[in-house]
């Protein structure tokens, strides 16, 4: 970008924010699918297990299920609340404009240099990009343990229906 005038640099900088930050609503929506897959999942298998006092060797089958999906949950949480740390001194990130009392803020923002800002954005740039690849790494975890999950969670339906057949499957 060299050679670029000061306000151009301005506006890519925060057209690349825009950009970034535009991909946190997909994490989000892929980690409220995972979270309800995750649910049903866990709310079928309690709804066709026996009381813990017939506990039987192959009840460990489902034990494993709820393992592997509590990972997957566990997962999803640490993707839903990214460490937030980081911004410091900054005049665009959310959590360090709500440190500042509003007139301080507001003087310091009109005050500051067209390069103080174009900084600070690609600060942002640079500190939401690292929060985006923990949540989508969070995500992929919960996403794999859930994928771990369905064997034995499917092989513990087929037991429960041999094993208790009275009850019957509820899913």
């Known amino acids: 970008m060299r050679g670029m005038e000061q306000k151009h640099v301005a506006e890519v900088a925060a057209e690349q924010l ?77 959590r360090e404009i709500a440190k500042k009392r509003e007139q301080p803020f507001t003087d310091a923002f009109i005050g500051q240099t067209e390069a103080a800002y174009v900084k600070d954005l690609l600060g942002q740039v640079w500190r939401n990009s690292q929060i985006l690849t923990t949540k989508f790494g969070h995500i992929r975890s919960a996403f794999n343990w859930m994928a771990l999950a369905i064997a034995p969670w499917l092989g513990s339906l087929v037991l429960l229906r041999i094993h208790y057949p009275s009850k019957g499957l509820h899913c």
Do not use: Q
């Open 18 to 94: 825009d950009r970034v930050l535009s991909f946190f609503p997909r994490a989000d929506a892929k980690g409220s699918v995972l979270l309800a897959v995750d649910t049903g999942m866990l709310a079928v298998l309690a709804g066709n297990c026996p009381p813990v006092s017939v506990f039987d060797w192959w009840m460990l089958i489902p034990l494993a299920s709820l393992v592997l999906l509590g990972i997957s949950l566990l997962h999803l949480y640490l993707g839903a609340f990214p460490s937030l740390k980081g911004g410091e001194e900054s005049l665009i990130y959310f």
